[in-house]
């Protein structure tokens, strides 16, 4: 392009000028297309015979954040391939799209689900970031937004709206508070270490325990903070160990974090029975990575495979059959139990959607579900039991996380006024509440 | 002024046409969305082209540049700030970020230069995880509204239009100036120019402005778009696919940025729900692409259509500014 | 933070992250040495070595056969991405890298479709079982062996290096390709199969690397992004610079993270930025 173009330049930058001031003066008159009015988000108007409920389900299914993606789909499918996808003459129709746990293809994702695929209700997807981006996209064309995983706090606090329901899971925060409470009393600790992810979610989960443990009496000697590309964490075990700690507490958002942490603790021989992991930390993921060296490892989460209940039996054995052996995560109840709930207002009151079928699931409370007795609060957050869990070796020769304390109708808020807890900044390093 | 030039005229211009008109199809919104998310990939991977192209200095940092600028808006947004205050300051955060990026990797070239770029970009990463008083945290900042009517998204996609054209002109012009011709210069032997007195540090530095403020650029265009940004708009995934487009659409063309975006963009988000393993298949066009298609699209088609007219190749084809031969193995660079 | 206790134990964590980051920074710096390709499919090599590894151990109980299943097949895989599609695009630098990223997503992607997302490790009958003790002094033996191999490997490679002909013939061809085809030695095949070396170093490293951290989708990129730091700081090429990389990085990882937890995110890119800040091309890197 250089040396038999020497004249160029000045038609090129000719051409840019007109260029752009064709688009400018383009913009004066609106497409045809925009003129026309909105096409209603909701699909509620449309008067069909039989009706369906079109669900678009966002999730990573592939890339770094596969495994719980595909799991929080498996969780969803489960339910509708083991009750029917029909409920009370509505037909639940779920499109699943993929979005690599990247916010920017979250957000495309939504839009096609809404103006293409004409969607009544948004569901997933899974990472913080990318579900408070997608509940927000959501709240602006009508549509509601069910959160079967993503934990952030302020997707029901901070940026909660009308049309956002945290149905799958709870906020890092309220999910840990229990532990804290039960580390102090019954778990019979004074002093304690704690070593969370250094973002937004270890954050609040570390601001939930530290606050039921200092509320219970107990004293947090010293707070380490991992960063979550973190692979060896050696350095932070011989931290932990030289903090000389009564107990530790460790909260990581799953993956690789949980099992390296174990290995490098139990590598330097010291004791599990100090030990408190968070929902993630000890998820079925890890349980499977590190096997029977950590029968009796004791964890604090909303989700408790090992617990004795009708409804956790059927979904244990359902998806037993469908992965070939494996007991259910976190992931998987999270997509399973926001089944139930569609289904289960679907079920009382026909087809819904919008506002309606929000608070169908926000105004009702389901007993005996999967997490145990579940309702809502006015921030369409879950309220539900929260259990200390142990690593309990079954006759199968599956690992469960089998309830040894529970905490009944544990909200988000510890006792405070929501007003004024909504005051206070968000949880950080420096900020424990 | 030649009978292909002229073709490649009304190539451009069709083409140009065709993008005016795409509102005009009667497509829904979310097309147009799509249509916008290329641009505005085409726009930050034109920077990373310039860089790498006339300069030979492929970047693995311009994600993050462009995430600063992002940051910078959403910030300003946060303080209730107007929307000319946000530019101001993403144009300002834009500056600072590329002065620094250009001043710690102006001594290195090849792949240390990608290094020092990566390293770079990986520290804005971390501080956009840290720092969550002003950047969100892992949370982001959401609710970053566009100025005026421009969340229409017809509107916006014209806007989106205009400002690529315009700097992929601007990118053309410098680069078809005696600045361009000195940074190529620079790229094929750095020890000629600086024994004919060419101040090499300051070369490298203004080649390093002028990409970054298009990157940033592309931040403020990609926050008012998405209306959010987080820190994986600064990971280094991001700044991997931004040269890959770069590579796919044919390092150093004026249209092969927005090739490599549109691929890139299409097989994400659309291919995607068709393809369970889009992620292989993202990889296998890579792939394809080198083997039969080595200077990207862009840079290959012309020499196809040479071949099939049973023309000598002599001249080279317009908008083949860098043979891919010509950005060889790094430390050629470093001869005293 | 500064019981003798404690630094020991650093200092052991400091050498033993060292020693798996000089497993997977040999390979790729070997690699760039002879042939100037940045593997981008390092990471995934690993990765792909790690599976087969833990796979086998799982299967077998024994580490040694573990870890020669996944060199081989590793070696394999790198061979034929070696003589099927590098040799194609032979000396350009950009296409290589393009090829080599083409092949770690799409590597990457089928492990996942294979292997399944769920992080795994080496199982504890394949690894090494209990601690070093000395007075209050704890340590696991199986990051002392990893430290051993480590060494090991190191020692070999320089061996191999100095003392034999395919180190002579490896070294002309470091210096001038020229002259490996003037010695009468049929230089592709040097090429593809110091390839095939370094993707079985990575191999050895996933396996063994199996049994500190776990192997699942993402740590192709996080390892590749740790080679490529330590690489650079010590200077391409030169493997006496990836090993003062990885235990550089190691010992800095270690110590800053419990010392100046506030730059925990930048522990590794913060001092390879300052390296090439003060010298662009490593410390060891030829300047000349």
Avoid at chain 1, 96 to 117: C, H, M, R, W, Y
Avoid at chain 2, 19 to 47: C, D, E, K, R
Avoid at chain 3, 237 to 256: C, E, K, Q, Y
Wanted: with cysteine.
């Amino acid at each position: 392009m250089t040396s038999t173009m020497t004249t160029a330049p000045r038609r090129w930058i000719g051409l840019v000028g007109l260029a752009a001031t064709a688009a400018l003066v383009l913009t004066a008159c609106a497409p045809p297309q925009a003129a026309e009015p909105e096409p209603d988000a909701g699909g509620g108007t449309e008067a069909a015979v039989s009706e369906t409920l079109k669900v678009g389900y966002i999730s990573p299914v592939t890339g770094n954040f596969a495994v719980a993606g595909q799991e929080m789909v498996d969780g969803w499918n489960l339910y509708w391939e083991l009750n029917g996808n029909e409920v009370n003459g509505v037909t639940v129709e779920t499109i699943v799209e993929d979005d690599a746990g990247n916010p920017e293809i979250s957000l495309t994702k939504a839009a096609k689900l809404v103006e293409q695929d004409e969607v009544d209700v948004l569901v997933g997807p899974l990472l913080a970031n990318t579900a408070l981006a997608v509940a927000e996209y959501a709240e602006s064309v009508g549509v509601p937004n069910l959160h079967p995983v993503a934990a952030s706090d302020d997707l029901t606090q901070r940026n909660a709206n009308g049309l956002t329901v945290r149905t799958g899971s709870m906020g890092g925060s309220q999910a840990n508070y229990p532990g804290g409470e039960w580390a102090a009393t019954e778990g019979g600790f004074d002093t304690a270490v704690t070593l969370c992810a250094d973002y937004a979610f270890g954050w609040e989960s570390c601001a939930g325990f530290v606050q039921g443990f200092q509320d219970n009496g107990g004293e947090v000697v010293e707070q380490l903070w991992f960063p979550n590309s973190t692979t060896d964490f050696s350095t932070y075990v011989s931290q932990i160990q030289a903090a000389g700690a009564d107990m530790v507490y460790v909260a990581t958002a799953g993956g690789a974090p949980g099992p390296n942490f174990l290995t490098s603790y139990l590598g330097l021989g010291l004791d599990m029975d100090k030990l408190l992991l968070n929902c993630c930390a000890a998820d079925q993921g890890t349980l499977r990575a590190m096997g029977d060296q950590i029968v009796g490892l004791k964890s604090v989460s909303y989700w408790a495979e090992g617990r004795e209940s009708e409804a956790v039996a059927e979904l244990i054995e359902a998806y037993k059959e469908f992965s070939g052996g494996n007991v259910p995560g976190a992931y998987i109840a999270g997509g399973y139990i926001t089944a139930s709930l569609v289904a289960s207002v679907l079920e009382e009151q026909g087809y819904l959607t919008g506002e309606e079928l929000v608070s169908a699931i926000t105004e009702s409370t389901f007993e005996d579900n999967i997490f145990g007795r579940v309702s809502f609060d006015e921030y369409n957050n879950t309220v539900g039991p929260v259990y200390i869990r142990e690593v309990v070796k079954r006759d199968d020769g599956n690992l469960y996380n089998t309830p040894i304390a529970t905490y009944e109708d544990v909200d988000q808020w510890f006792g405070q006024d929501p007003e004024e807890a909504l005051q206070q900044p968000n949880y950080s390093q420096d900020f424990q509440g | 002024m030649n009978r292909r030039m002229l073709v490649n005229l009304a190539l451009l211009g069709l083409l140009l046409v065709v993008l005016l008109a795409l509102p005009y199809f009667g497509v829904s919104n979310f097309v147009l969305g799509l249509a916008s998310t290329i641009l505005i990939a085409a726009v930050l991977a034109s920077s990373v082209n310039f860089l790498g192209g006339d300069g030979g200095m492929v970047s693995l940092g311009h994600g993050a540049i462009a995430a600063a600028s992002a940051y910078a808006v959403g910030w300003a947004s946060r303080q209730g700030l107007d929307s000319m205050t946000q530019v101001l300051l993403a144009l300002v955060v834009t500056l600072v970020v590329s002065f620094l990026y250009g001043l710690l990797s102006m001594r290195t070239s090849g792949i240390y230069f990608l290094m020092v770029t990566l390293a770079l970009g990986m520290l804005i990463y971390g501080l956009a995880f840290r720092l969550s008083s002003v950047t969100g945290g892992e949370n982001g900042i959401s609710g970053i509204a566009a100025p005026g009517n421009l969340h229409e998204e017809w509107i916006y996609y014209y806007v989106v239009l205009g400002i690529f054209v315009i700097t992929t002109g601007a990118l053309w012009v410098v680069s078809s100036s005696p600045f361009g011709a000195s940074l190529r210069g620079l790229r094929d032997s750095e020890s000629r120019m600086r024994s004919l007195g060419y101040s090499v540090a300051q070369y490298k530095l203004s080649a390093f402005m002028i990409s970054g403020t298009v990157a940033g650029i592309a931040g403020v265009l990609a926050v008012w778009h998405t209306n959010f940004v987080s820190p994986s708009s600064a990971g280094v995934e991001r700044s991997v696919l931004l040269v890959v487009m770069v590579i796919l659409g044919g390092i150093g063309t004026l249209l092969g940025p927005l090739i490599g975006a549109a691929v890139v963009v299409l097989v994400e988000n659309v291919l995607s729900s068709y393809v369970d393993r889009w992620p292989t298949a993202l990889g296998l066009i890579f792939i394809l692409v080198i083997l039969f298609a080595r200077a990207g699209v862009a840079g290959s088609v012309p020499k196809v259509l040479a071949k099939l007219r049973g023309r000598s190749p002599s001249a080279t084809p317009p908008g083949d500014r860098s043979s891919p031969e010509g950005t060889a193995v790094p430390d050629r660079n470093h001869n005293p | 933070m500064f019981e003798p206790v404690f630094l020991a134990q650093q200092v052991l964590n400091g050498l033993s992250f060292g020693a798996l980051l000089f497993l997977l920074a040999s390979g790729l710096t070997l690699v760039f040495g002879l042939m100037k390709i940045v593997n981008m499919a390092h990471g995934a090599f690993y990765l792909l070595g790690g599976y087969i590894g833990v796979v086998i151990a799982g299967l077998t109980g024994n580490l040694l056969l573990a870890v020669i299943t996944a060199v081989i097949v590793v070696a394999a895989t790198a061979f034929i991405v070696e003589v099927v599609l590098l040799r194609f695009v032979r000396g350009q630098e950009l296409p290589e890298v393009l090829l080599t990223i083409g092949v770690s997503f799409v590597i990457a992607d089928l492990c996942l479709a294979v292997f399944g997302g769920d992080p795994q490790n080496l199982p504890t009958t394949a690894t090494i079982p209990g601690a070093l003790m000395i007075g209050d002094l704890v340590y696991p033996w199986y990051r002392i062996f990893v430290i051993g191999v480590a060494v090991a490997i190191g020692l070999g490679l320089a061996f191999v290096q100095t003392r034999t002909r395919i180190g002579a013939v490896v070294r002309a061809g470091v210096d001038d390709r020229e002259i490996i085809s003037a010695m009468g030695v049929n230089i592709a095949w040097v090429f593809t199969g110091m390839f095939v070396v370094g993707a079985g170093l990575a191999a050895l490293g996933g396996t063994i690397g199996s049994g500190m951290q776990s192997i699942l989708p993402g740590v192709q990129n996080e390892v590749l992004l740790y080679a490529l730091v330590v690489i650079i700081i010590g200077g391409l090429g030169s493997v006496t610079g990836a090993a003062v990389g990885s235990v550089l990085i190691g010992l800095i990882d270690a110590f800053a993270k419990a010392w100046i937890p506030e730059l925990a995110y930048f522990t590794i890119f913060l001092p390879m930025a300052l390296v090439l800040v003060l010298r662009p091309t490593g410390l060891f890197g030829r300047t000349a």
